[in-house]
C-alpha cells in the first residue's frame, strides 16, 4: 500500500502555515507502524495551477493507494476531517502567486459535490478517543484546499482520498507537536481501515 500525504506552504493572510513542517515529520514517520510500503509526504504551494501541476505528476509517478491532504483553516477550534469537496472557489481570493479563479468553479465541468472517500467518522473517534478535539466538516472552504480535495477526488486519483484541516499553532490549544500527533492518529486510522 502506497500513502501520499501532502501539506501546503504560506498563503495571503498565512504566513506560516503549519502543515509544511509537518511534512517534514510524518516523511521521517516509521512505514512499519503505519502498516504501508512507501510514503511520500509532499509540501504544495498555495497556488490553484502549480499544486495541481504538482500533484497530478504524483499521481502519474508515484500511483498512490491513498491520498491524505493536510491544510490550515484560520478559523478552525479542532481538526476538521472533510467529507465533501466542491465544485466552487472564491473569485475574490487570490492565492500565494496571486491568481483568482474567475469562473468562480474548481472545474468548468463536474458535479457540484464530491465525497471523500477518507474513513471520515473513524477517524474523527480515533482522534477524539485520543482526547483531540475533532469533528467532521461538510466545508472545506472555497479556496485551494477545497480544490485540491475537489480535484483529486474528480481525477479519481486513489480509491482512498480525503482532506484534513488543522488548526493555526496557538489556537485551541494546539501546539505543532499536538498537531503532529493528530496526523500521526489521523494516518494510523487511515492504514488501518484499509
Ligand atoms: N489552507 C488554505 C489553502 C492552503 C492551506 O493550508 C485553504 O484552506 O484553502
Redesign the pocket.
Known amino acids: 500500500m502506497k500513502l501520499l500525504v501532502t501539506g501546503?506552504g504560506p498563503?495571503p493572510g498565512a504566513p506560516e502555515?503549519p502543515?509544511e513542517p509537518l511534512m517534514g515529520t510524518l516523511r521521517d514517520a516509521p512505514l512499519g507502524s503505519l502498516r504501508v510500503a512507501a510514503l511520500k509526504a509532499v509540501v504544495l504551494p498555495?497556488e490553484y495551477a502549480c499544486s495541481w501541476e504538482l500533484l497530478r505528476q504524483l499521481y502519474a509517478d508515484f500511483a498512490p493507494d491513498i491520498v491524505v491532504h493536510f491544510?490550515?483553516?484560520l478559523r478552525a477550534e479542532a481538526i476538521l476531517v472533510e467529507r465533501v469537496g466542491r465544485n466552487h472557489a472564491d473569485p475574490d481570493k487570490p492565492d500565494a502567486a496571486g491568481h483568482m479563479p474567475s469562473s468562480g468553479r474548481v472545474l468548468g465541468s463536474g458535479p457540484d459535490t464530491l465525497s471523500a472517500t477518507l474513513p471520515v467518522a473513524e477517524i474523527v473517534d480515533a482522534l477524539v478517543r485520543s482526547g483531540v478535539a475533532a469533528v467532521p466538516s461538510d466545508d472545506a472552504?472555497a479556496?485551494?484546499?477545497?480544490a485540491a480535495l475537489y480535484r483529486s477526488l474528480h481525477a479519481e486519483a486513489a480509491p482512498c482520498v480525503g482532506f484534513v484541516?488543522v488548526p493555526p499553532v496557538g489556537q485551541a490549544g494546539f501546539t505543532q507537536a499536538r498537531l503532529e500527533e493528530a496526523a500521526s492518529i489521523v494516518l494510523s486510522a487511515v492504514t488501518a481501515a484499509r
Open positions: 501546503f498563503f502555515n502543515t498555495t491544510g490550515l483553516s472552504g479556496y485551494v484546499c477545497n484541516h
